[in-house]
């Protein structure tokens, strides 16, 4: 094993010789407290170190004497370490070289004191002195700081991982600690002096422990001592101390990557036990969404189990987030952090450290510490190509780490993820013909040898160390190898006689590969360590999923849900197949070894001829139908840990006066939950092919309406689940993906994939409620977004609206519709290019009545819900797609109603927003939630937790809902226009908003008249008339139909209070205005090309294009079109042919204007990007990782 092994924070070197010097020590003064190996030998040393603390405290009173505080809190470092060093050495001639040293360094202190120099810089003879107190130290005492593992002496593992688990945490403490640490290390400064120094400079770890031991009475005295030398500095150089070791501290810490002086001394990852996850409050959330539940996992990884003593606790990934699971006090911890779908999950052999990684855009790989739930260390740029991890294992010791990614081109990677290094100790890239590796493993007894396969190649890696060389061997193998079917390879592992190789496929087959393992002496033409095909054990009829070893067994897990147990010689020793469970696909064995038998045990016997009992470890079952499974062996007992769904969720809805929450599954599962309680309450399966794509609860909350993917809807007993009516209904054909009920459950709605809206009505035949089919309509083109019920506001009857893709907002007429007559009342349009997603009632904030409607283009529209104008439009929460789904928070008394709050998600992010929408961007917050994408969304009945549906993650995740903290990001944010002012490039003294405000006072100039000679009156306002023109003056072009919504937005944004009309507007009004209605990402190519795309043809050089005569006819037949004088004014500005002020101003009207030849001015074929910046005149800013944008430089075009 090489040094670098031996001594993994020799490594760290690079990041500068004081940083390991010093670190060490203090790790040494962490790792060890709780270790009782350790104990003995900080006893036999304590009295010795004692008197060298004493000796150097004398010193620094004569030190201080001469008035140098800051010598007596360095040089006696120095002294304590020189002390120490004289009692490990028998010569005196180092000493005296020392002493030289030391009044060097005296003497450059002091003159940089006399200076009043504020030093930053770590002196030369410090960094000497450093090294050689470590280079004194005790054999044992080096041994325990510089590796990996303890000495010899201190027996068990969890001494062990306690050290390499304060190695972690001190590699990877956060820098956000260090101005809180600092701000405490000044504290101790000024108030107790008697430490000194600060641990980073001990030559013995244990210095501050002992100074914390030492009686009261002790260090009362020093502290008298001390105070005399503070008094007889002056102010000034009091002063200039202070600074001047707050300075060093600072460039320590940050040169460091981490603070010394830690309150408290232990760090939390090195204190954590096994029981202290669950135990420890997590206090009071301080984000506006906190997960708290996570209902469903991700079955196709595996399930670990962790503890199994007095507290049975899985690990097991949902969607991107590690869960701990404690299944006796029901409790969940998540391991949150993951940007994207968690690919693999590996733990170490005492399951403490867990290491994740997930596969996507800024993929991480993460190695957390199970005991505490910390991340200690994070990969950030293991895959820079974005593609991910595919497979993961590590060490049984957790020292290294070793990745295959997911690209086309496969790359293995081992990390020593212990030195906190972003590069790997070494890579190698697959060929393809390899197929794709999924699997991974170390061998346990050697961390220089792996083995993963594919489908059809296993392939043998060795690890040489001493030149980072990641040697493989991959022989093929087909038919012929043995002349029989071998089958696709499951999973590899080593044999337990460690000089084989494993390879199981789902033919119930097994490959056996022999390792060949050059001697150590041997030349390199001996050759490279290499398998061959040794022989091929048809060892089962069913395909084997599962493989892995315990203790001396070999276990097997295959698509019957069989496990089997293997001798080394392959012959079987005991199998379970009575349990009938679906295909195995993980296995996780306790990491307590079986109890010895007793008379108390009750373990079977073996199927053996000597019929031995079996004696197993427990284990955990992880099975394809998403069920989890605890095995007891003594006894044979199976528990049915939890059975989640093993399909796509889609459909979830909460009771709406109960904690209960139902969740439907594509496989037919519907479950109900008790949220409060984090408890199952039932469940029904429903028969195979129908998938549940839509559940809601009647406003009673006694019936639950189901749609189903092929197009059948159920009407359910809420607490029984069981059919309300004799039949399903079946007049769709397609997936049903809405489903409503109104306010007085008189009716039910839902709509399909198919665009066609269906509407159900209670009828009462001989005394019963009865439901029936009304009446259908295919009434949109495009998907059907939202199915909305309301009220009328002059009665109690019910009103029902669709929203479609198709920009069509549809009202259906209930009372005069009749069976298969669906009456429609009125058919509004909603936008112009964006395509609305979403729609909910806005609650009564105000007097008039609105609908809310999301659209495509991250707006937030409100329309009038009786004459369905737009009334305003409003900047919607921006997080990287449009809003999807919308809730408005329930409200328990009119109070509330004065502050309303609405839930929504987009593609891939739950968030809050505070109502009324008004564009300020500190009223909404998300976060990541299912990065596969959401698939459905409701909230609580009391409005404390809402719930996200993952769709293909299988998951549905719990967040609660903490409104204060969103309150507090807003009153942070500021009041009026403050949040708004950071919208726009250079904020409130910016040049646009300058710019801003010289159209404005312009276009007052414009409206007064450019020739008059009259006085002129500068106003606060300007007509609405002169709206669009200062609109496009900064470079937002609104269609004609978005300038009338932005009229009437102004026009009647008082009207209801006062019954007034306004036709003017003030700049503040004016730019949120503009900030609301302007595109979010400014004028982007990729919305220019979709256009030509639409519209044109492909060329000669591939690329969209239109021809100039289509160009010109579609400019004046098509949408808002123009007029052929209007279009030849448009083009000679353009193209500069008119004179200056053409039509800009109303005294100009009368200028002629110059004739345009197309022919001459257009090319033939006009593509998006000539459109752009030859006929408009502007440039194409190319922005990593985003959407080019246009913007307009020229603007005198």
């Known amino acids: 094993m090489s040094d670098a092994e031996e001594n993994p924070l020799e490594e760290t070197e690079e990041y500068g010789e004081i940083e390991m ?70 010569g005196e001639e180092e000493g005296e070289e020392f002493g030289k040293e030391e009044e060097a360094v005296r003497e450059e202190v002091e003159e940089e004191v006399a200076g009043a120099q504020e030093e930053t810089t770590v002196k ?47 590699l990877e403490l956060p820098r956000s600690m260090v101005s809180q640490l600092e701000f405490l290390d000044l504290d101790l400064t000024i108030s107790a002096e008697q430490q000194l120094s600060s641990p980073e400079k001990q030559p013995s770890g244990d210095l501050a422990e002992r100074t914390d031991q030492r009686p009261q009475d002790e260090l009362g005295q020093e502290r008298r ?161 974005g593609d991910g991890i595919r497979a993961m294992a590590i060490t049984r010791d957790a020292k290294y780490l070793a990745t295959i990614s997911d690209a086309e081109i496969q790359k293995v990677c081992i990390w020593r993820w212990t030195l906190a290094v972003e590069t790997p100790a070494c890579t190698l890239n697959l060929p393809k013909e390899y197929g794709f590796q999924s699997y991974l493993t170390f061998n346990p007894t050697n961390n220089k040898e792996l083995v993963s396969n594919s489908k059809t190649q296993a392939i043998y890696y060795m690890w040489y160390e001493e030149g980072d060389i990641l040697v493989h061997s991959a022989p093929l193998l ?93 012959s079987i020793v005991n199998w379970y197949s009575h349990f009938k469970l679906s295909s195995i696909r993980s296995l996780s064995f306790s990491k307590t070894p079986a109890t010895p038998p007793t008379e108390n045990t009750n373990y079977p016997p073996d199927c053996t001829l000597k019929g031995d009992l079996f004696i197993v470890r427990n284990f955990i079952i992880g099975t394809s139908d998403a069920s989890v499974y605890h095995l007891t062996a003594d006894g044979t007992k199976l528990e049915k840990l939890f059975v989640e769904p093993k399909d796509a969720i889609c459909a979830i809805s909460c009771h709406p006066y109960q904690p ?65 009516i004799p039949e399903p209904f079946k007049y769709s054909r ?29 009828r009462v035949k001989n005394g019963r409620r009865v439901w029936e089919y009304l009446a259908r309509l295919r009434s949109h083109r495009k998907s059907i977004r939202s199915v909305l019920f309301g009220v009328h506001l002059d009665s109690d009857e019910p009103r029902l609206l669709s929203l479609g893709r198709d920009r069509l907002l549809i009202e259906y007429n209930l009372l005069k519709s009749y069976k298969d007559h669906l009456e429609v009342l009125d058919i509004h349009r909603t936008d112009q290019g964006n395509y609305p997603t979403c729609m909910v009632w806005y609650p009564p904030l105000t007097k008039e009545l609105f609908l809310l409607i999301c659209n495509s283009g991250y707006k937030v529209k409100l329309f009038n819900s009786t004459t369905k104008m737009c009334r305003k439009t409003l900047l919607g929460p921006v997080y990287g797609s449009p809003i999807e789904q919308i809730q408005i928070l329930p409200v328990k008394t009119p109070l509330e109603l004065q502050k309303c709050y609405m839930v929504f998600v987009n593609r891939d992010k739950v968030g809050l927003q505070i109502l009324p929408v008004d ?111 200062v609109m496009r003056a900064i470079g937002f072009y609104p269609s004609e139909e978005k300038i009338e919504d932005m009229f009437n937005e102004i026009r009647f944004s008082e009207y209801v209070d006062t019954g007034k009309l306004i036709d003017k507007i003030n700049l503040p009004d004016f730019f949120r205005v503009y900030l609301n209605h302007r595109p979010p990402f400014g004028n ?80 033939d074929e006009i593509t998006a990007e000539i459109f752009t910046t030859q006929i408009l005149g502007l440039t194409i800013s190319q922005d990593s990782g985003q959407d080019p944008t246009v913007s307009e430089v020229e603007r005198s075009a």
């Open 21 to 90: 010097e010093e670190g060490e020590d203090e790790e040494e003064e962490e790792k060890y407290p709780n270790d009782e190996g350790l104990e003995n030998m900080q006893q036999e040393l304590k009295e010795d170190n004692t008197l060298a603390w004493r000796g150097s405290q004398e010193e620094g009173e004569e030190e201080g004497e001469e008035g140098e505080e800051e010598e007596e809190e360095g040089e006696g470092e120095k002294r304590v370490g020189e002390q120490e060093e004289e009692e490990e050495r028998e």
């Open 124 to 170: 030369p003879q410090e960094i000497t002195k450093s090294m050689i107190s470590l280079e004194r130290l005790t054999p044992t005492d080096s041994q325990s700081v510089l590796s990996g593992t303890l000495p010899k002496t201190y027996s068990g593992r969890e001494s062990k991982h306690s050290l390499q688990s304060e190695l972690l945490e001190t």
């Open 225 to 385: 001592d001390l105070e005399p030398e503070r008094g007889d500095l002056e102010p000034e150089k009091r002063e200039g101390r202070k600074e001047k070791r707050v300075l060093y501290v600072n460039e320590k810490k940050e040169k460091e990557f981490q603070p010394k002086a830690r309150i408290p001394k232990v760090s939390l990852v090195s204190t954590a036990t096994e029981d202290i996850l669950f135990q420890k409050d997590d206090g009071a959330n301080v984000y506006p969404l906190t997960m708290t539940w996570s209902f469903g996992w991700n079955s196709s990884l595996p399930v670990y189990y962790i503890q199994d003593e007095n507290q049975r606790v899985l690990l097991y990934a949902s969607a991107h987030t590690a869960v701990i699971y404690n299944v006796f006090k029901n409790n969940q911890h998540h391991l949150q952090a993951h940007p994207n779908v968690i690919s693999c999950l590996c733990i170490s052999e005492d399951r403490r450290w867990v290491a994740t990684a997930d596969k996507g855009p800024d993929c991480l790989i993460i190695i957390w510490d199970c005991f505490s739930g910390i991340p200690v260390h994070t990969i950030f740029d293991s895959c820079p190509e």
């Open 478 to 570: 087909t038919e012929k190898t043995f002349n029989k079917l071998v089958g696709k390879f499951s999973q590899s592992v080593f044999h337990l006689n460690l000089t084989q190789i494993l390879s199981a496929t789902l033919e119930g087959k097994l490959v056996v590969w022999d390792i060949y393992r050059p001697p150590p002496s041997a030349s390199t033409s001996s050759g490279f360590p290499h398998i061959t095909p040794c022989k091929l054990v048809h060892l089962q009829k069913e395909g084997i999923t599962v493989l892995t070893t315990v203790d001396s067994y070999i276990v097997t897990g295959d698509i019957r849900g069989n496990i089997k147990f293997y001798d080394h010689s392959l």
């Open 660 to 724: 209960l929450i139902a969740i439907g599954s594509f496989c037919g599962m519907i479950k109900v939950w008790d949220y409060e309680q984090k408890k199952y309450l039932f469940s029904r399966i429903f028969e195979k092919g129908l998938g549940v794509q839509s559940l809601t609860y009647n406003p009673e909350g006694a019936l639950l309406g189901a749609g189903f993917t092929e197009g059948t809807v159920y009407i359910l007993d809420a607490m029984s689940l069981e059919s309300e």
């Open 734 to 762: 397609t997936s049903v993906t809405h489903v409503s009920f109104s306010h007085d459950s008189q009716y039910m709605a839902t709509a399909d994939v198919s665009f066609t809206v269906a509407v159900y009505v209670v």
């Open 919 to 1029: 564009g300020n961007p500190h009223k909404t917050s998300a976060l990541i939630c299912h990065p596969s994408g959401v698939a459905g969304m409701d909230v609580s009945y009391d409005g404390r937790y809402a719930f996200t549906a993952g769709g293909q993650d299988r998951t549905v995740v719990q967040w609660e809902i903490n409104l204060s903290a969103l309150e507090a990001a807003v009153s942070l944010g500021g009041e009026d226009l403050t949040p708004f002012y950071g919208l726009v490039s250079g904020g409130r003294e910016g040049k646009f908003y300058r710019e801003l405000e010289d159209y404005f006072y312009y276009s007052q100039l414009r409206s007064q008249g450019i020739d008059t000679m009259q006085t002129r009156k500068v106003s606060e306002h300007i007509c609405l008339s002169e709206l669009p023109f």
């Open 1084 to 1163: 982007t190519m990729s919305g220019i090309q979709q256009s030509f795309d639409i519209l044109g043809f492909t060329n000669s050089k591939g690329k969209k294009a239109i021809r100039r005569e289509d160009f010109l006819k579609l400019l004046q037949t098509k949408g808002e079109h123009m007029t052929e004088e209007e279009m030849s004014d448009c083009f000679a500005t353009l193209f500069g042919l008119n004179p200056e002020g053409w039509k800009s101003e109303p005294a100009a009207s009368s200028v002629k204007g110059s004739e345009i030849c197309f022919e001459e001015e257009l090319p």
